[in-house]
C-alpha cells in the first residue's frame, strides 16, 4: 500500500496560509453569463494530509492561493485549517454579505452584526465493505445585529437573504454532483457517480509551479491564520488516528463565529468542537464587481475550497484504508452559483490519479471519496437551517 503525495508540504513554503498569486495565466472559471457566478478551484496533494489550492472567480482574475491541513484524528500535522473550516467560514462570510448589501439597498443602518453559525456532519459504515457513507445535518445560525433608520427589521433581513443565498439553496436543496476521471494521463468512464457532460480540462499538477509568493507585494498576508492549538485526545471516536479507522460511526461540529471589523472585513474564527479541534481566524471580502476591494478571498471562494478540499481527504483516507497504491491526485472543481435566484448548481469535479491500480480501483477511489465526503454529502442531502435572530 502507498498513498503519495508532490513531497512539498506547508513547512518548506515559507509563506502564509492564504495569499493573492502571482503569475497565473491558464486558471479561468468557464464562461458564464450574470448572474450565475463561478469559481474554479485546483487542488493537488502535498505531504501528509496537507493540500494546496489556487482558486479564482468569474469576473475577477484574482487568484488566491490557499492551503489545507487536518488534524490529529486524520494523522495530519494541524498546521492550517481543515477542509470542513473552509466551509464554515465562506459559509457564515457569504451569508453576512448578503445581509449586509441588502440593508444597504433597503436605507437600514446596520451596525454590530455576528453570525455564529453551526455546522454538524454525520459519518457511518465501513470502507472496506463500501458502506461508509458521510452526512450533514441541519445548520444552526444565529444572527444579532444593531439596526436603525428605514426598515429597522432584522428578521426581514435575515430571512430576505437566505430565500436568496447560494450557500443556504446548496444545503436546502439536493444536488447530484458531477465527475470525471483521468487515471494516469487517460480519460476514463467514471463508476457509480454521476458523469461529467464537460469538457476536462489539463491536469492542474503544472499549475503550480506557475506562481510564486512576493512578500512585498502582498497588501494581505493574514487571511488565514492560526490562533490556538487545542491538544489531541485519545479516546477511540475522536483521538489521533480515529478517523483513519474502516469503521466510523461518528458526527463532527464546526462553530464560526462572524464580526465585521472597522475596515469593513468579515473575520471568522472557527473551531472543530467535535472532535476537539485547533481555533482558525478568516478574512473575507468581495470582489469590486460585488461592492467589495477584494482584500481578501470571498465567502463562496473559501466555500468552493472547502469542498475540493473535502473530497480530497476522503479520496486519499479512502486509499490508505484500503491499502491500495495512491502516487498523486489533484482535483479541478466548478462551482455555480446563481447569485439573482439563490441557486448552486450540481458542483463538478474533474479528478487526476497516479496509480499502478486497475481501472476499476481507480473508480473505486472517486467513488468512495463522493460517498464519504461530508460536503458532496451536504449537497446530495436537503437540510433546512434553524435559525435566530436578536435584533438590538
Known sequence: ??????????????????????????????????????VRVATRALAGMQKEALVTQSFDETVWRMVCDEGPYLNGTDLAPPPLAYFSAGMA?????????????????????????????????????GTMIAGALPVDLSVSAHVAGKNPNLNSLVFAELSKSPVDALMRNSLVDTFSIVRNSQPIPTGAVEESANPTPDDPVGLFSKHRYVEHRQAL???????ETTESVFDADHGAGAAMKNIQKRQLHIRS??????????????????????????????????????????????????????FMTQLGRYAHIVKKNLDSYGVIQDTTFDVGEGRTLPVDT???????????????????????????GACRLSNKSRIKIAGR
Do not use: W
Open 1 to 38: 500500500m502507498s498513498v503519495k503525495s508532490t513531497g512539498d508540504c506547508i513547512e518548506s513554503a515559507n509563506a502564509p496560509l492564504a495569499y493573492k498569486a502571482e503569475g497565473i495565466v491558464t486558471l479561468k472559471t468557464q464562461q458564464l453569463e450574470p448572474p450565475l457566478h463561478g
Open 93 to 129: 462570510s457569504s451569508i453576512a454579505a448578503g445581509v449586509l448589501a441588502l440593508a444597504r439597498e433597503r436605507g437600514t443602518e446596520l451596525s454590530d452584526l455576528e453570525i455564529v453559525l453551526d455546522n454538524r456532519y454525520s459519518m457511518e459504515g465501513s470502507a472496506i465493505r
Open 221 to 227: 498576508t493574514d487571511a488565514v491564520l492560526k490562533l
Open 257 to 310: 463565529i462572524l464580526a465585521v471589523r472597522d475596515d469593513g472585513l468579515r473575520e471568522v474564527k472557527v473551531q472543530i468542537f467535535k472532535p476537539i479541534g485547533s481555533v482558525f481566524r478568516f478574512l473575507s471580502d468581495d470582489s469590486s464587481v460585488f461592492g467589495g476591494l477584494g482584500r481578501a478571498p470571498s465567502g463562496l471562494a473559501y466555500v468552493s475550497a472547502g469542498i475540493a478540499f473535502c
Open 350 to 376: 474533474h479528478t487526476y490519479i497516479e496509480t499502478t491500480e486497475d481501472q476499476e480501483t481507480t473508480q473505486k477511489y472517486v467513488d468512495m471519496g463522493e460517498q464519504t465526503c461530508f460536503l458532496h
